[in-house]
Each structure stands twice: as C-alpha cells, then as structure tokens.
C-alpha cells in the first residue's frame, strides 16, 4: 500500500518542463544553475507560490540563499522573468513570471527552424549549380553564391531564376548571372513573376532594335539571344 502510494506520489505529481528549456537553455545563454533555478521557479508558480523567496529555492538547491539572489537579480537583468507588482484592494503584492522566458524559447525554436530550412534551400541550390555547370563548384564559387543569399538577399528561387536566365542565353557563368541579379536588383524585382515580365519587357526592347536595324526586305532574320552583359 505505501509502495503503491508513493508511486503515485511520483508519477501524479510532477511539473511540466518543456523539452525546448532542457535541449536549449545552454543556447540562450543559461549556465545549469540557472536554469535549475527557473525549473524551480515555474515549480513553484504552478503550486500556487507566485514569489519564492531565496530562501525557497535554496532549500531545494545546493545554492546559498544569496546565490540564488544574485541568479535571480541577473535573470531579471538579462530578461528571463519579470515581477509583476498589484495593489489589490490596497494589499501590495509580486509575483515572477517566465512568459520572457517563454517567448525566448519560441523565438529560438522559429530562428533555428527558419535557419534550418534557409540551410537545406542553400545546400539544394549548390546542388542545382552542380547539375547545370556538370561539375563541382569551385570556391570562388561558392563564396559567390554564400554572398548572393546573405549579403544581396537574393531569394534561391530568384537565383536559379538567374540561372536558367543564363542558360537560356548560352552564357553559363557566375559573372553573367550575376550581371541579371544585378540588373534585376536595381530595378526593384524581387519575385519570379517581377524577374519574368522584366526579362520579357527587355528582350521586347531588344528585339524591336534588332528588327529597325534590319534590311526590312530581309525574309528571315536570325536574332541572337539578349545578353545582359552588354546593357
């Protein structure tokens, strides 16, 4: 019977702590005791204490109730909690609250997941460039391709825009696709459909000045591809 109760002691009455504090507290720049510490804190807050004193958590830690003073003066410094203050009825109160700590771990989980993907798009478009170029990039290659996404904000999709732009053209190198986003960025076009209407509209152009410097009595006339090169 006691066996029994004890089990359930253990299995019944427990704390939540989200897998995303114990997978990356370390990430957002919590040393353990720290954040052992705010365990304990959200520990309490669920059993009703709202405002553990240091010598609360002390009591349930191998830290002096000063230390966990100065844990808990820096936590609120570095913005992991708040204390709310209330004049209830007259009667002054503090509480802790984590939801700044909440909101860091969802930030972090968004950050890492959206650099995770950022990550997997980048490796997917090497692996575009080597299909089309039929060998490894070399690294000036690279660096050009790294510096196209972080430094100019080219979207992959608009790169390999480019690239089939390129290839269209009969003009497969970094310095001729590099030319279209050039050109591409300075008129201010950011999605395919804007990088497809531009391309129509400039060989449009392009092509009406080839056909004016033509024999007009001419039955067929051959005009080469636009190439962005000499814009």
């Not at 504090?21 to 959200?42: Q, S």
């Not at 909440?102 to 959206?114: G, P, R, T």
Request: glycine residues 4%; hydrophobic residues 35%; negative net charge.
């Amino acid at each position: 019977m006691e066996k029994k109760l004890m089990m359930d002691l253990l299995v019944n009455s427990h704390v939540m702590v989200p897998n995303l504090l114990l997978e990356n507290y370390y990430l957002l720049g919590l040393n353990e005791e720290e954040c052992m510490l705010l365990i304990h804190v959200h520990s309490f807050i669920c059993k009703g204490n709202y405002f553990p004193t240091p010598d609360d958590l002390a009591d349930r830690m191998s830290c002096t109730p000063a230390q966990c003073a100065d844990h808990l003066r820096r936590l609120v410094q570095k913005g992991y909690i708040n204390i709310e203050q209330s004049n209830d009825d007259q009667i002054y109160s503090e509480a802790y609250t984590l939801e700044p700590l909440w909101e860091k771990l969802i930030v972090h989980y968004y950050q890492k997941s959206a650099n995770q993907q950022n990550a997997e798009q980048e490796e997917a478009l090497y692996t575009v460039f080597e299909n089309e170029f039929g060998r490894p990039l070399s690294p000036i290659e690279c660096e050009t391709l790294t510096m196209w996404l972080d430094q100019d904000h080219h979207s992959p999709e608009l790169i390999k825009a480019a690239l089939r732009e390129s290839v269209i053209s009969g003009k497969l190198n970094f310095r001729y696709i590099d030319r279209i986003l050039f050109e591409w960025k300075k008129n201010g076009v950011k999605t395919l459909q804007q990088a497809k209407a531009h391309g129509e509209k400039i060989r449009n152009k392009f092509t009406q000045k080839r056909e004016h410097q033509t024999d007009k009595n001419q039955s067929s006339i051959t005009l080469p591809m636009y190439n962005w090169l000499e814009k």
